[in-house]
T-cell receptor
Framework: AQTVTQSQPEMSVQEAETVTLSCTYDTSESNYYLFWYKQPPSRQMILVIRQEAYKQQNATENRFSVNFQKAAKSFSLKISDSQLGDTAMYFCAFMKLSGAGSYQLTFGKGTKLSVIP | NAGVMQNPRHLVRRRGQEARLRCSPMKGHSHVYWYRQLPEEGLKFMVYLQKENIIDESGMPKERFSAEFPKEGPSILRIQQVVRGDSAAYFC??????????FGPGTRLTVL
């Protein structure tokens, strides 16, 4: 079974600064996807960024980028130029692509990020 | 293109009653997933369905919970004889296949 660990229950960052959220995972799979989801106070789950395990290049989406270290099973999220609207819970998630349990997302417990004006 | 729709958004039930949660996937999506989120926790997978088929129900409690995704109409998550421990937010997601899952706004179930 896969596990996802987010070791930072809460973090804060000043507006316009940069913050990095940590995520580690444990799997014996070689073919999988990793995701970061954002859950604002509205509780809607919003995809922030995704990474295919077979790609060596780190994914980027505007102010959001990841540091994917496959051997270390680490998948951190960097938010640059933090904005007040980034205040939310952030969940790291894992999806295997073959075998039993494929396509279901396994989530970490989340990191609560507060952006301070 | 309308997103994933869930209703009701809030549902209150007394212990022993039945809860029926509905999910309409995005247009063209034939894969539906249900997740449960307890307070201060991440989402936990419950069940994965395709039209008229349950593909993976490894996360579903063995009793009182069932799910369906009929040929026509929304997917339904049904909880019989609810207990206080069933109080949670239930999220539905849909996808085209092995790709990004788009989430609905969730149904918050409160059991009195």
């Amino acid at each position: 079974a896969q596990t996802v660990t987010q070791s930072q229950p809460e973090m804060s960052v000043q507006e316009a600064e940069t913050v990095t959220l940590s995520c580690t995972y444990d799997t014996s799979e070689s073919n999988y996807y990793l995701f970061w989801y954002k859950q604002p106070p509205s509780r809607q789950m919003i995809l922030v960024i995704r990474q295919e395990a077979y790609k060596q290049q780190n994914a980027t989406e505007n102010r959001f980028s990841v540091n994917f270290q496959k051997a270390a099973k680490s998948f951190s999220l960097k938010i640059s130029d933090s904005q007040l609207g980034d205040t939310a819970m952030y969940f790291c998630a894992f999806m295997k692509l073959s075998g039993a349990g494929s396509y279901q997302l396994t989530f970490g417990k989340g990191t609560k990020l507060s952006v301070i004006p | 293109n309308a997103g994933v729709m869930q209703n009701p958004r809030h549902l209150v039930r007394r212990r022993g009653q039945e809860a029926r949660l509905r999910c309409s996937p995005m247009k063209g999506h034939s894969h539906v997933y249900w997740y449960r989120q307890l307070p201060e926790e991440g989402l936990k997978f419950m069940v994965y369905l395709q039209k008229e088929n349950i593909i993976d129900e490894s996360g579903m409690p063995k009793e009182r919970f069932s799910a369906e995704f009929p040929k026509e109409g929304p997917s339904i998550l049904r909880i019989q004889q609810v207990v206080r421990g069933d109080s949670a937010a239930y999220f539905c997601a849909s996808s085209l296949g092995w790709d990004e899952q788009f989430f609905g706004p969730g149904t918050r179930l409160t059991v009195l």
